[in-house]
């Protein structure tokens, strides 16, 4: 969930009214604007917002202008036009076509910005980048000082050695290439164009350069200061709507601190597009019925309280009939997909913490799945036998699965991205889990019995997944007197309770010992095996003392297979 | 009376014809160690039933000349020798020669065996001859030294002949050292007679009762030997379950007592189930490999099976299908939808519960399924974990019957007092809600998410009720409950502390 960083300050004078200092108090009323104060730094208050698609919360302005209508400052629906079309046109290279396709362009007049809020407009424009643009592949975000740009302007395509200049905060100019290869948002963003060989450039009729996007704009145009400013907003990015979007949220967010929205025209040479006019502030019309929300919400609402906490949200509304309402979505609120978020508005707008818990009368009876009812018991007959259960992590690595075991590789389920070597696949057996823990335990007292139930994943191309998912239960023992006879012993036991039979037959393991090794079979079904480990495994594991152990795959031991 | 020990029994018996014996007599009776009869003497006359008497007494031994005395003879023993070796006569000048006395010892050999008339001076043609005449007996001084040889003895126990030797002896240095000590006399008192008369002769003692013991009835005759209960035995290691999974049983146990049936299903997960039956965009960010784990190989599944509700679903994102929503607009991949993937959240397991032929309406379900991230594993962040979650099905469910659901979880699997609630979200509920418990020690804590399915998860998989969808976070309650504070600790390696662990 994005967490944000506002200034108190600005905040207040962009809600209107003065805030409460504390924490407790503040938390109080962001609950009704999703939000959630994590902490006070001084001036700076960082803010969880719990939604995940709702950028238009990710901006100071736009939490403000929520907040306004949460406290009732103002109601309903805040209206968004643009002022005029400014003249400015931007023409696309065909070629972007597969590179990054589209753009959205906006002025915003008189712009007044103090340090504060350039520094907000800093943190909007990576947050956004960052969240909802997909760390810049989906969409990345320009502002630049109007002033200085010459229409028409250009989104064009340029060779990685063709073109140079100086990123913003720079001093020297350098290639595209030279960018993507040095520069520090090169190295962090350069991964989305290195393999294109044109990389999208953007210029005005002076052929002066505005950005490289997704990676910097130009120092000389893409640099915003302190002041008031007419500033000129260009969105690229992969996807025609996600690029109207995160234009019309920065359009917003700046229009709270200017004056007039101008719209700018986008001229495509692409087959199925070729004229558009930004930024778009399009609302939407829904019905919402009132049964639905108070059959959704448990609650016993009326028509006019309906609309009211609708306004607080922001929503126009207005009774249509009985029982009917039909509301304006504001242009920003792209997350409203079906009704039912509006109704968790309304909700939010009411208060959770004023609607009264019920505990629902359904007459359901409670079950364990029948896999577990059988691995607590064979956990049960294990715990009585004193063995000490422990569990461990089921990814693991083949080197700990099977070198460290004196046994050949095995094909078994790899990750591909793993985070470490250590953690890179799934275990397929569990005894080396226990060596490993035997291992760290060196010096604790000994005898020690352990076992584990858990768990393992082998390949098996006849189920959906290709994995099976069995569960085995493994234990071993380590003492200076332990022997095969003693994990017979256990052995015996453990079939004995769980009212199975079984029989050894006698094998080779790399792990084993030859002569003190078995296989255990059920009903001529090999369900897994026993054997005292080789002292080369010990050493493996730093052990001094014999260890013992068997593993049985309970699947296969309960029939299950 | 009283319970006797073992040791008291043996000294009442060995003082029982009423004489006064001190310790060392005691000692021989009794063939006992000194501390034995040291310490059981001490209680029998705590108990009255003896008498300790104190006798201050003084004893001599041998100094150190009287232990070279001891080897070589008395000085002048040693002279009246050595003039004998010679014939019995000598010239004084010349006597210094014979032996190997100092000149000091030779005039204390000179004067005492004068003294003893063991020798005579004769003076001829001018010159001083020693004459002896025949070997002297032992004097009583000189059995006196031989019979210290033994150790000290007591003055008291000298004849008067001794005494005056003694004395003697005494009066020449360090041949005798003389020095005062107590003895310890013990006797039975009165009322120790009496105990002493009831105690029985002591029989063989015995540590272990064998069966040949039992069933030869040899046990009437034997006594068992006392042990000290107090003393420290060696350790044994009580079988366990492990600590979580044991909470882990409670937390399941609790939910099955609430009717919520537990669901299973594989960690090998196609992305189908994990995100796109979720309704997850096919973009969304938690779907990316920093946060899901992909398997490498089998990349892709089997979804054959699941053919037209995978259509509906495609539709529903790209279109909203008939769910009355506008969907996410976008073109969805099927293809993405077999990705094998390590199941990220236990959600998963809840969808496969909806297209499930053994789903029941009305009806509640709860998995505690392991869920992997790709995470740096560190005091906060494990890469396998386990999520406790479930659905609850039902026609007339709404917002205010999960609220009490997580309520009900709160008061029940947590022991809050009181509960709140703010909004949350989560990309396949809405309305979406965060629950807070709260309890007197611990504060607030969030401890769960939930929501209602959205109509675009549900309808899609053929569901037409309200479901609430519900998660725990149960692991922080399982920390602060055995008092941990790194998370790897779930997963402890230290059999010490799996030891130690209480059951309660």
């Known amino acids: 969930m994005p967490t944000i960083i506002v200034l108190f300050n600005d905040l207040q004078r962009l809600v209107g009214i003065q805030l409460p200092q504390d924490l407790d108090d503040l938390n109080e009323i962001f609950s009704f604007v999703k939000g959630e104060v994590e902490s006070i730094d001084g001036d700076e208050l960082s803010i969880e917002i719990k939604d995940g698609n709702r950028p238009d919360l990710w901006t100071v302005e736009g939490l403000a202008r929520e907040l306004r209508g949460a406290l009732r400052i103002e109601d309903g629906l805040k209206e968004y036009a643009i002022e005029a079309y400014s003249g400015v046109e931007i023409l696309v290279d065909s070629r972007l076509k597969n590179i990054r396709p589209y753009i959205a362009c906006s002025i915003i007049t008189n712009v007044k910005l103090n340090s504060e809020a350039v520094r907000e407009l800093m943190r909007l424009q990576s947050k956004l980048d960052l969240t909802y643009g997909r760390k810049r592949t989906r969409t990345s975000i320009g502002l630049y000082n109007y002033d200085l740009i010459t229409p028409p302007i250009r989104y064009s395509v340029a060779k990685p050695d063709e073109i140079s200049f100086v990123p913003l905060g720079g001093v020297k100019e350098l290639s595209l290439k030279e960018i993507i290869n040095i520069h520090p948002k090169g190295l962090e963003y350069g991964y989305i164009l290195r393999e294109k060989k044109h990389w999208p450039i953007l210029l005005d009729a002076k052929n002066k350069i505005l950005s490289f996007p997704p990676i910097i704009n130009s120092n000389d145009l893409g640099r915003i200061s302190e002041g008031e400013r007419d500033i000129f907003v260009e969105v690229t990015g992969m996807g025609y709507q996600t690029v109207l979007n995160t234009l019309m949220i920065v359009t917003l967010s700046l229009a709270d601190r200017g004056e007039k929205i101008l719209s700018t025209r986008i001229h495509y040479s692409y087959d199925d597009r070729t004229q558009d006019e930004t930024p778009r502030f399009k609302t939407n019309n829904m019905m919402l019925n009132v049964s639905y929300v108070n059959q959704i919400l448990g609650l ?164 959906p997944t290709g994995v099976r998912e069995g569960t085995n239960l493994a234990c071993v023992c380590i003492h200076s007197k332990a022997n095969f006879s003693e994990m017979k012993t256990v052995l015996d036991a453990f079939f004995l309770n769980i009212g199975k039979t079984y029989d050894l037959r006698e094998a080779i393991f790399g792990c084993f010992i030859d002569g003190r090794a078995g296989t255990i079979l059920v009903d001529k079904v090999n369900v897994g095996f026993i054997g005292e480990l080789i002292p080369e495994v010990l050493e493996e594991w730093k052990l001094e003392n014999p260890v013992i152990g068997f593993e049985i795959d309970l699947d296969k031991v309960f029939g299950k297979y | 009376m009283a319970e006797l020990h073992q040791l008291e029994k043996s000294l009442l018996i060995a003082l029982k014809d009423g004489k006064k014996i001190n310790l060392h007599t005691l000692l021989k009776k009794t063939k006992l160690p000194y501390a034995s009869v040291a310490r059981a003497s001490v209680w029998l006359s705590s108990k009255g039933y003896t008498k300790i008497e104190e006798v201050k007494k003084s004893f001599i031994k041998l100094d150190s000349e009287g232990k070279k005395i001891l080897k070589k003879g008395l000085p002048e023993r040693i002279l009246v020798e050595a003039v004998l070796k010679n014939g019995g006569r000598t010239l004084v000048d010349i006597v210094s020669t014979l032996t190997e006395l100092s000149k000091d010892e030779l005039n204390v050999a000179l004067g005492w065996g004068r003294r003893k008339e063991w020798l005579n001076f004769s003076r001829e043609n001018g010159k001083m001859f020693i004459i002896v005449k025949e070997k002297p007996a032992k004097g009583i001084d000189e059995q006196l030294i031989e019979q210290l040889s033994k150790g000290s003895i007591t003055i008291d126990s000298l004849t008067s002949q001794q005494i005056l030797s003694l004395n003697v002896l005494m009066k020449r240095p360090k041949i005798i050292y003389r020095h005062e000590d107590v003895d310890r006399f013990i006797t039975l008192t009165k009322l120790g007679r009496t105990v002493a008369k009831q105690v029985k002769e002591v029989g063989e003692e015995i540590s272990q009762l064998s069966p040949e013991l039992i069933k030869s009835g040899k046990w009437r005759d034997i006594r068992f030997r006392k042990y000290d209960i107090k003393a420290p035995v060696a350790k044994i290691w009580a079988g366990k379950k492990q600590p979580y999974l044991r909470f882990l049983d409670d937390m399941k146990q609790k939910l099955v007592s609430l009717g919520f049936t537990e669901m299973v299903g594989p960690t090998v997960e196609f992305m189908f189930f994990n995100c796109d039956a979720l309704y997850m965009p096919q973009d969304h960010p938690a779907r990316e490999i920093h946060d899901i784990y992909y398997i490498k190989s089998p990349s892709h599944g089997d979804l054959s099976s699941y053919t037209s509700l995978i259509n509906n679903v495609k539709a529903t994102h790209e279109n909203g299908w008939e769910t009355n929503s506008k969907g996410w607009g976008y073109s969805f991949s099927l293809e993405a939808t077999k990705r094998l993937i390590l199941r990220s959240q236990g959600t998963a397991l809840s969808a496969r519960m909806l297209v499930d032929a053994k789903l029941e309406i009305p009806g509640k379900y709860f998995s505690i399924a392991r869920c992997y991230r790709p995470d740096v594993i560190d005091r906060t962040h494990l890469t396998e974990f386990n999520h406790v979650e479930g659905i609850v099905l039902g026609a007339d469910l709404t917002f205010k019957d999960l609220l009490g659901i997580l309520k009900m979880f709160a008061i029940e699997t947590a022991g809050a007092d009181k509960v709140r609630f703010k909004p949350d979200y989560f990309p396949f509920t809405e309305p979406s809600v965060e629950l807070s418990a709260y309890k007197a020690d611990s504060g607030w804590l969030e401890f769960g998410g939930a929501g209602m399915f959205r109509p675009e998860v549900t309808l899609p998989l053929g569901i037409n009720v309200p479901v609430i969808a519900w998660g725990l976070g149960i692991d922080r309650i399982f920390m602060m409950k055995s008092g941990i504070s790194d998370i790897r600790d779930i997963f402890s390696h230290d059999l010490n502390w799996l030891r130690s662990q209480k059951v309660i």
């Not at chain 1, 922001?314 to 009917?324: E, G, I, L």
């Not at chain 1, 063995?387 to 389920?413: A, I």
């Not at chain 1, 591909?416 to 696949?425: Q, V």
């Not at chain 1, 799934?426 to 080396?432: A, E, K």
Request: hydrophobic residues 35%; neutral net charge.
């Open chain 1, 300 to 463: 016993n609402l009326n028509i006019q309280s309906i609309i009211e906490l609708l306004k607080k949200a922001r929503y126009d509304a207005y009774q249509t009939d009985r029982d009917t309402i039909t509301l304006t979505i504001p242009c920003y609120r792209f997350d409203v997909m079906h009704p039912i978020d509006i109704v968790e508005d309304i909700a939010i707008k009411y208060g959770y913490n004023n609607i009264e818990p019920r505990w629902p009368q359904l007459n359901t009876f409670g079950s364990l799945s029948n896999l577990n009812v059988e691995s607590n018991l064979a956990r049960e007959v294990m715990v009585g036998l004193g063995f000490q259960e422990v569990l461990n992590f089921s990814m693991s690595n083949k080197s700990k699965l099977y070198k460290k075991m004196n046994l050949k590789d095995r094909n078994v389920v790899e990750i591909s991205n793993p985070m470490t070597l250590n953690y890179n696949c799934l275990r397929d057996w569990l005894i080396p889990s226990l060596m490993e823990f035997l291992s760290k335990n060196s010096s604790v007292e000994y005898p020690q019995r352990i076992f584990e139930i858990d768990s393992c994943y082998l390949l098996d191309k006849t189920k």
